[in-house]
């Protein structure tokens, strides 16, 4: 059985056409799409992380509150950019939103993507240094965030206190056992996702692959998957890695449905150019549902992962996107045997 969530980027704008015109609209909306969620099956709730931006960017409020109103969903961001990360406080942000859901947090990390502000991360006080190099930041980050999460103690304690301190070092509390195995990369490319099976990560690969060797995007992705797992063979990690896909897909079962997406079904993937660099750009599927079981049975990479997240589109509002999930839940997942 692959698990199914919902990814939601939080746009809001004051747009007359959007459900969402503030922050206050998208933050509750997404609470309430979480609950809907959980009531029709669905497995997980995703949010995307953006800063200087009209979309959700601090997830840790949400992800607690959406832990306090459910009780099953897995809960989820994809992905938080580690550029802009105090990788303790992190930490104990973490710890407290995955104790108030009881265990179901599974975060998304990674480099994060272009912003809306040139360097954005140094307006939160993170510097790369003199090589300029803000993907090794993130990755600094990251492994100290990933060795904290261990619950190891590392802090000497103060030898006259405030309060009794357990014996030898401390650490970040509070500590959440387990969350460090619900840790997720999200890899733009092949490299980086054997990277994350190195360092013992599940792998989070969404619409966008920062490179194009000229195969489809899902041929592109499913090699990615298959040298990711082999990566973490290699390593020697135990267990078994977890592995998404990101993908949009919108069955056509109503007038509205045929509305809002009925000319989207005609795209092919694209290629552009992001940080100066070809990249590859997944394609929408809509469609009737007999038509998108056969598109969604021949992508590789959908086959590969063990969970799919849906990118929805989150100002049309929650009894909108609920209707999509239900859809695809009931007239795609049985028929492809997600279900």
Do not use: C
């Not at 704008?13 to 459900?19: A, Y």
């Not at 809907?36 to 959700?56: I, N, P, W």
């Not at 054997?194 to 194009?212: F, H, I, K, V, Y």
Request: no cysteine; charged share 20%.
């Amino acid at each position: 059985m692959k698990k199914i969530g919902f990814l939601s980027f939080g746009h809001w704008t004051p747009s007359p056409h959007s459900q969402t015109r503030s922050a206050a609209d998208t933050l509750l909306q997404s609470i309430e799409l979480a609950e809907a969620a959980e009531e029709l099956g669905v497995d997980g709730a995703y949010f995307r992380v953006h800063h200087f931006a009209r979309q959700l960017a601090s997830p840790f409020p949400l992800l607690a509150a959406v832990g306090a109103r459910t009780s099953r969903i897995e809960i989820g961001t994809g992905v938080i950019d580690m550029r802009y990360e105090n990788p303790l406080y992190m930490a104990e942000d973490a710890g407290s939103a995955d104790l108030i859901s009881g265990g179901r947090l599974q975060l998304g990390i990674s480099r994060g993507s272009p912003e809306q502000v040139i360097d954005g991360y140094r307006y939160f006080g993170y510097d790369p240094g003199e090589e300029n190099d803000h993907a090794a930041m993130a990755r600094r980050h990251t492994e100290v965030f990933l060795g904290v999460l261990s619950g190891e103690g590392f802090a000497q304690p103060n030898p006259r206190p405030m309060f009794p301190n357990p014996p030898g070092l401390l650490r970040i509390e509070p500590h959440s056992p387990g969350l460090r195995e619900r840790i997720w990369w999200g890899a733009g490319s092949r490299a980086t996702a054997e990277w994350a099976g190195e360092q013992g990560m599940n792998l989070m690969s969404s619409t966008l692959l920062t490179e194009d060797t000229g195969v489809p995007f899902h041929q592109l992705q499913a090699e990615q998957i298959a040298l990711f797992h082999k990566a973490w063979e290699s390593a020697g990690h135990a267990g078994t890695p977890r592995t998404s896909v990101s993908r949009s897909i919108f069955p056509l079962v109503n007038d509205q449905d045929r509305a809002f997406f009925g000319q989207e079904g005609r795209g092919e993937d694209q290629v552009g150019y992001i940080d100066g660099g070809k990249a590859r750009f997944g394609k929408t599927y809509a469609g009737e549902p007999d038509r998108l079981v056969e598109e969604l049975a021949a992508d590789e990479a959908v086959a590969a992962a063990d969970t799919l997240l849906l990118t929805i589109p989150n100002q049309l509002g929650v009894e909108y996107n609920a209707h999509v999930l239900e859809s695809v839940m009931t007239h795609l997942a049985p028929a492809l045997g997600w279900r």
